[in-house]
């Protein structure tokens, strides 16, 4: 089934394809996410829309070989716009049988796999759990198979350069990315360029992979495969013209925190503390202290958020970040924000539970959490990002909330938007709405609880401030003074107060919109979060094949837009695709008594565009 | 606007709000509250400067009768709080309020780290060995064998000692004072206040409720002198009401032992000079305990070095030296960009 044969083709014969899913996988060493990044990247600039999906491991190196080491990338690139990571790969690399075992169920009937014959041995099919080598039987028949020795070809293009053993095999990911960057006519250059600047300092390791690169893009041009070409091309998608980059949910949300502060016009502090996968917002933001940030690292997930709500009360944009389990240690500190009345932002980069669950694995779990999931009557607002790139704006809009009404807003984002990557049309920094934060100074009748008649927010005066001295704390206080008050008539007035503080929201907010289809028809599917790409694509191929059914998809979780209600009303079934047992779900049907049905999914893993598509037909069909 | 001018010198009355006082009468409580409006009127502090973060606890309830800024927060985590706060504005003047059970116990942790830290601010811990405010359970200060409503057979577990666990922490001041010494006290804040990082005092104050008494042996009269030691940087730890009992290093020993002036040949010379940048001479005076010695009163270890706050913002200011204004469209383009036309 496997043919090298050393007719060079000078100009491969390309078959033109519209779009294309590859998985990279290897061992959590191999540098599999080094190598999706890179082919992201020279995707990206070859015009082309694209989404990815990197998938690895909790342990940082698992037992090289083993099943539970497996680390992945996926990205999905066309020449149309591409709203997921893509259900079936259309090629795997493997690096070693555990990254073929626990991936091949998921590669399409007739996919590429391009396997490194190296790492077959003995010992890692044994650890993988064959029984026999899969390149040797038939067990692959159903898909076209390049198998070669990428080990051996890797340290021979390297061996001009002095590179020791190991060194030397660390440039097999870039062996098979150059064999790749072949297969789908990408431009070398941007790697080599990022190879340069990134060994700067060590300029024979920058001419090993670069020499791995071009070794394995001359393999492909002297390739053959039984069954027919593997040379494929993609043309540049349409895309609205402007510039763009490639983000990643981390990127957007720290940059989309600076943003905030900057449209508010208040200090950034951040703290946190670390856990996977909402690590990378610290680290990110720690690296821009010239934007004034304060970033901090606390002993744990309460010091982080005490620090946060500290630093609000001294007048910064105080910020926390953690996931699930993190956020449950944060929940007594959000109650005494949400008492005080001081602007908070947490994030919860959701992850797959309970407990510790699967840390590096995506889960919309956590929305019961964020609206409902303290003590006592606490309502705060939640917003959720849909996107990568969409972290950005919903960051800005957590710091407009949290600001202009004296709140702690819940931002959910998750797993796979943190990590996941796509193109970005940059937006000006200098074009987005100035919501500036004006702080309480006259000492006139002044009491902390002075509240604005509209928004019902709290003046926010900062220690500071001469004339001001004044004293909040987490014991109820009075309604027209500020100081603390056991009467039974102010208790309910002030909870009622929270609660219509919270819900006014509502009103400044953008009413829902459609993203796709009808304002009425036989079915929405309404989601949140992560799962816009797999709905929307789904309802894309829906309605070409004349199914009246709309996308829905909800920025504002709490509180739920104005219209919300009236609009599901149109349609004679609702759907709620989501990556948990039913919890916006819950929360719809609580709300607007509507029949409601969920489509869930908690497998650690993004709905596939075709589990949406099946369930839709069923339900329309039955 | 009517702003009214402050009046040329604020007197300890003006640092006092207008709330009444919730603690039970007799509280120990109360002499510190005097204590410190005093101690910020000696040092003139801006009112509207000075923050008191407090967390949960009797003690806890202090930030409401000073008429300064003051935040109320959750039981444990002042220290967390009041991290952010310094960090947000160094300018502001912050004074962490606790107790034993909110410092020890749950906030435990936040207290290591704060004094570890070294952020600029000011903790004071009321110890008086019990929870007070739910009625008087065993707290982690509490001497084995205390009867409690959660312990009626006596505690089994052993307490810690504040000033030694902040000496473990790596706090730069450590200091000592009792509720009822209104001179004595409000010098100590007075220190802890000057010192520039984190500065830990611990109060020894009474609850007239669950605990009367706890310190009646070296705070009483006719008792103080004989088993206080008021150590003061550069004199001889010398104690007792005739003055004639002292500290030295024990012999031929790394421990120290209690001496008499003037018998068996030992002179004031023999005496251990108090050296409050030691920090081994800190940690042996804290560890003294009664009956066998006098309890160590006063500024046990100073001994000054970089503030966290300090550091985090220098480590800001570098940042923007380097380069020109930041620009968040800069940075949004810069790495990989393309156009599409």
């Known amino acids: 089934m496997v043919g090298t044969a050393a007719v060079a083709l000078e100009e491969p014969l390309r078959e033109e394809v519209e779009d294309v899913v590859i998985r990279f996988a290897g061992d959590s060493g191999d540098g599999i996410q080094i190598t999706g990044g890179q082919f992201t990247q020279t995707t990206a600039l070859a015009g082309n829309d694209l989404a990815t999906f990197p998938d690895f491991p909790a342990e940082i190196r698992a037992p090289a070989g083993t099943t539970f080491g497996v680390s992945a990338f996926q990205i999905h690139f066309g020449s149309r716009d591409i709203k997921t990571a893509g259900d079936a790969p259309d090629v795997l690399v493997a690096l070693n049988p555990a990254a073929l075992k626990v991936n091949l169920g998921d590669l399409r009937d007739g996919g590429l796999i391009v396997a490194d014959t190296g790492a077959f041995t003995d010992r890692n099919l044994k650890k993988a759990g064959f029984e026999e080598n899969p390149l040797e039987n038939d067990s692959l028949a159903n898909y076209r198979v390049v198998a070669i020795d990428v080990s051996k070809n890797t340290l021979e293009a390297v061996k001009d350069e002095g590179l020791s053993q190991k060194e030397a095999l660390r440039c097999k990911n870039m062996w098979t990315l150059g064999l790749v960057y072949w297969l789908y006519d990408r431009d070398r250059k941007p790697t080599f360029d990022w190879l340069t600047g990134k060994f700067k300092s060590r300029p024979e390791i920058a001419n090993a992979n670069i020499a791995a690169v071009n070794a394995g893009h001359a393999f492909g041009e002297t390739m053959e495969v039984s069954d027919g070409g593997v040379a494929y091309s993609v043309s540049a998608a349409e895309i609205d013209p402007g510039l763009y980059r490639t983000v990643t949910g981390i990127e957007a949300l720290s940059w989309g925190l600076i943003a905030g502060s900057q449209s508010t016009q208040l200090d950034l502090f951040f703290a946190g503390y670390p856990i996977t996968p909402a690590s990378s917002v610290l680290h990110t933001l720690s690296r821009l202290k010239e934007f004034g940030v304060i970033t901090f690292q606390a002993e744990d997930e309460i010091a982080a958020v005490c620090s946060a709500i500290g630093a609000s009360y001294a007048g910064n944009l105080g910020v926390t970040a953690s996931s699930g389990p993190g956020i449950a240690l944060k929940t007594e500190a959000i109650g005494l924000a949400i008492s005080v009345e001081l602007p908070l932002v947490v994030i919860n980069v959701q992850r797959a539970g309970p407990s510790t669950g699967m840390p590096t694995k995506t889960e919309q779990s956590d929305l019961h959490q964020a609206v409902y999931g303290r003590n006592a009557d606490s309502p705060l607002a939640v917003i959720a990002a849909k996107s990568p790139a969409d972290c950005f704006e919903v960051a800005i809009e957590a710091a407009r909330i949290a600001t202009k009404y004296m709140t702690p807003v819940m931002l959910l984002a998750d797993g796979y938007l943190a990590n996941a990557s796509e193109p970005w049309r940059i937006p000006d920094a200098t074009a987005i709405e100035a919501s500036p934060v004006s702080f309480h100074t006259d000492p006139n009748d002044f009491h902390p609880f002075l509240r604005d008649e509209t928004t019902l927010s709290r003046a926010w005066a900062v220690p500071g401030t001469p004339g001001l001295e004044h004293r909040i704390g987490g014991i109820e206080k009075s309604y027209s003074t500020g100081n603390i008050s056991y009467e039974p008539e102010n208790h309910q007035k002030m909870t009622d107060t929270r609660n219509a503080k919270i819900d006014g929201i509502a009103k400044d907010i953008p009413d829902q919109t459609v993203e796709l289809g009808g304002q009425g028809g036989k079915m929405a599917l309404v989601g949140w979060g992560s799962t816009y790409g797999p709905i929307n694509r789904a309802v894309q191929i829906l309605r070409s094949d004349g199914h009246d059914v709309s996308h829905i998809h909800i920025r504002h979780i709490w509180p739920l837009p104005a219209n919300l209600e009236s609009l599901l009303g149109g349609y004679e079934q609702v759907l709620v695709p989501e990556m948990n047992t039913g919890q916006l779900l819950t929360v719809l049907r609580s709300e607007y008594l509507v029949p409601a049905e969920g489509l869930n999914k908690v497998s650690g893993q993004p709905f596939k565009v075709a589990e949406i598509v099946d369930a839709v037909r069923s339900r329309l069909e039955k | ?341």
Request: hydrophobic share 35%; with cysteine; charged share 20%.
């Open chain 2, 1 to 341: 606007m009517n702003v009214q001018t402050p009046p040329e010198k604020l007197t300890a009355k003006d640092y006092a709000s207008d709330q009444e006082v919730r603690w039970c009468p007799g509280c120990g409580d109360y002499a510190i509250v005097r204590a410190m409006q005093k101690t910020l009127a000696d040092l003139q502090s801006p009112p509207e400067k000075t923050v008191f973060v407090s967390g949960i606890g009797c003690a806890a309830r202090f930030p409401y009768y000073m008429a300064t800024y003051g935040f109320h927060t959750i039981h444990g985590r002042a220290a967390s709080l009041a991290t952010g706060v310094k960090l947000a504005n160094p300018d502001l003047d912050v004074w962490v309020i606790s107790g034993d059970g909110d410092a020890l116990s749950i906030g435990g942790n936040h207290l290591m780290h704060v004094l570890r830290r070294n952020v600029n601010l000011q903790y004071i811990l009321f110890n008086n060995e019990i929870y007070g405010l739910t009625k008087g359970q065993y707290s982690p200060t509490s001497r084995l064998g205390t009867r409690s409503p959660s312990t009626p057979l006596g505690s089994v577990d052993a307490p810690v000692n504040p000033a030694s666990f902040a000496l473990g922490c790596g706090a730069k001041f450590v200091a000592r004072s009792i509720d009822s010494s209104q001179k004595h006290l409000p010098e100590v804040f007075a220190r802890a206040h000057t010192h520039q990082g984190a500065s830990f005092v611990e109060v020894f104050q009474n609850c007239i409720v669950y605990n009367d008494g706890v310190y009646a042996s070296f705070t009483e009269k006719g008792a103080a002198e004989d088993n206080q030691l008021i150590v003061e940087h550069g004199k001889p730890l010398v104690f007792g009401k005739e003055r004639d009992k002292g500290i030295r290093v024990k012999p031929g020993a790394m421990e120290l032992e209690v001496v008499t002036i003037g018998k068996n040949g030992v002179t004031v010379g023999d005496v251990l000079v108090h050296d409050e940048t030691n920090k081994l001479v800190a940690t042996l005076l804290v560890e003294m305990e009664r009956p066998a010695f006098p309890v160590a009163i006063g500024v046990l270890y100073c001994n000054p070095s970089e503030t966290y706050d300090g550091a985090v913002r220098n480590q800001i200011e570098q940042a923007q030296s380097k380069g020109g204004k930041p620009d968040l469209n800069a940075l949004m383009r810069s790495g990989p960009t393309w156009t599409v036309d």
